[in-house]
């Protein structure tokens, strides 16, 4: 029986991480719960150094090491707990998409100090826009999604371990071929691969693979295998469409080796990369290749927006509330006033002879932690009606009222988002962000046109309020709309449905607290909008002839009072 | 700690190297700030400068690298008047630090065990005279920034908690990085960095060769690598030391005054802090080229570093600021 390909894939890719950790720096495993993920963990627990597991909640205490309080105050005397920062060996990290920015600069200071420390990331995201940070995926060699289903039942061996310290020790001896370089640089271009850190690891894959088959000098083979293994989940674009505009590089990145890939391929034969090669790629690239990178942007921009204080329930900043009990850590500070506080009533009877000579007896369980009440980031949920009634009338003026506000959001250090709704359902052009270039993008290019499906906008908004909330943030909605629903969700067009919808999520809404603005952009006010804001709880603002910057300045003082 | 990569062997990013340079020369800069994508190498450069760079000469075990037995801040309780050799340090501030690893705070394992207050120095103490270095400055918070910034500006660094009231020297140049496309700095804070760079992966095929040939040359056979490049490091570390000395007398006319205050009106940039890195920048430049006095050129040059990030800018103008000021000082500069 022949093995499916993507088995071997991730057998060597293992097998290659096993043998050059500190080089290659890891994999990430996107896959939930299943036989495949549970045949890589049991691979993992072959590997020459043994899997430590750690979850995205791991405390700087443990990663970095530092004093262990309780068993200090208990022997009277320091103790220091060890890091694994200091040991290096193969960190795992569960539920890798819950993986915060904070954690991800952590680990990347970890990677990049080049102690030979190695990461998997188990990633379980279930949608697209789960995932661990980028900048921690792109320090990493690999990245496997399995999806083949023949793999259901393989298991995944790795070499002997004396084939792997084999390898490992021949490592330093092999040989690159002068154009090997070239021919990574190359391939990366053509799959508009930016960061120059894929190329690295794909010569290293390339070294580790062939110390494994005991060659000397890296072949074409293990090349090929190499750049298989690194390069498809890095790519932007398919090589055969490098001229399409929607794929190139993300914005805000000045324009980077879009010339470069017709360079490349006008060289001499000996730069020009390998047609086979190419197509092998291709061949894994991933068929919705560009509908993931949509979301992968949009997933890195709220990736961001959570980023800066966005947490709740504070514990460094705002305002102090009570102290409570609780175990030290580098985000809890030590109360030492309550502290003492707790522990004074106590200290003639917890005094004995052996530690008559310490002035104060403190027991771990008199530690109280401070704590602060933090206010928490806004984020404006602008959802602007871009059907055919408004776009006739005023979307282009909505569009200038929104830019204004982005304006005012910016320096307010508010986090927005963009939904528009048109046609037959709501479209979320910008996940929270702090990235006002993008808004502004998302936005100029929003078309108008077609039905009015302000029920689905609504329920986006929902939805997206939501998920606000769950990451500490508090949403606040500005609706555009002249309120002339005609699309239900259901889809078919009918008025009185649409109406209906629209007002029972409205009412959704104003249940989840959600507190908004509707602005009226009908020509002449109209009931229908009105009715709506009533619904949704929110201030209305007709405005029947102004422009972007006075329906800004109302909005704004709206929302301020 | 591993061996960083030569400060000479970096390829291309021009800019950034120069403008690291510069605040190597002159420190009170106020620091850099590198923008750019993910993998062009910033913080390489930033390690690969700070090992360029001459030890420094500490008092044994001082907490904040003290130059004298009498710079030494009392809490610290140095006894030892020996004078040791050190790398200049450079100093990591991870994303979401607290302020007490920041500022230093409490001792809590003295004040526990042993019942003494004692002053436990944070991550500002070991940058002084020397580098910190903060990757993803736009995702850290914004009071440890506005801290920073704070303390960067005055030198000082003043805890005033826990019953402690402690204040020491804390003078580094700070150096931070980011990428652009996941959040943006506040312009308040933008404003405070002395130097901003933006930078990109090159694009051209050939330098993208030669980076990964000398990252795997620096990672395979590193010996012999370092060795290479050694004596052009010594030269850019000779050059800067030559530099700092040379700065005192490097001048500026009235001409060269009146300019930098004519492109600083031009480009409408706020109040005068532009003003004055745009002079200190190209004197430091002019030190570093071995120029007796100032030129519209050194001007020119260092212009788009102290400008760029200082332009009152609309925040949904997408023309990139460094065209804006390259545009200006032609036309100012003539």
Known sequence: MTRPAAATRMERALAALAVDPGGLKGIVLRARMSPVRHAFETALKHMPDTPRRIHPGISDLQLFGGLNIAASLAEGRPVRDKGLSETPGLLVLTMAERTGADLAARLSQILDADTGHALVLLDEGATAEEAPPLSLQDRLAFHIEPEDEALRTQALRLPARADLDTARKGLARIAVPED??????????????DSLRAPLLALRTARALTALDREKSVGEAALMEAVELVYPSRATRFPAEAEDPAMDPPPDTPQPPDDATDEGSGKGAGELPDEILVQAIAALLPPDLLDRLKVARAAQARAASSGAGSKRRGNRRGRPLPSRPGRPSQQARIDPVATLRSAAPWQRLRRTPQNAHRPVIIYPSDIRLRRFEDRSDRLLIFTVDASGSSAVARLAEAKGAVELMLAQAYARRDHVALIAFRGDGAELLLSPTRSLVQAKRQLS????????????????????????RGRGMSPTLVLLTDGRANIPLSGTPDRAEARQDAETIAAGLARQGVPGVLVDTANRPAESARSIAARLGADYLALPRADAHKISASVTAALEH | MTLAFPFSAIVGQDTMKQALILTAIDPGLGGVLVFGDRGTGKSTAVRALAALLPPIEVVEGCPVNAARPEDCPDWAEVRSKKIVKRPTPVVDLPLGVTEDRVTGALDIERALTQGEKSFEPGLLARANRGYLYIDEVNLLEDHIVDLLLDVAQSGVNAVEREGLSIRHAARFVLVGSGNPEEGELRPQLLDRFGLSVEVMSPTDIDERIEVIRRRDAFETDTDRFMTKWK???????KAILTARDRLRDTESSDAILKDCAALSLALGTDGLRGELTLLRAARALAAYEGAPTITRDHLSKVAPLALAHRLRRDPLDEAGSVTRVSRMVADVLG
Do not use: N
């Open chain 1, 180 to 193: 090997a370089m070239g021919l990574l640089v190359a391939l990366a271009a053509r799959f508009g691969i």
């Open chain 1, 445 to 468: 290019s929003l078309p108008g046109g077609g039905g009015t499906p302000l029920a689905a906008g609504l329920v986006a908004a929902s939805e997206l309020a939501q998920h606000a």
């Open chain 2, 231 to 237: 004596r052009q490091d010594g030269k850019i570390r």
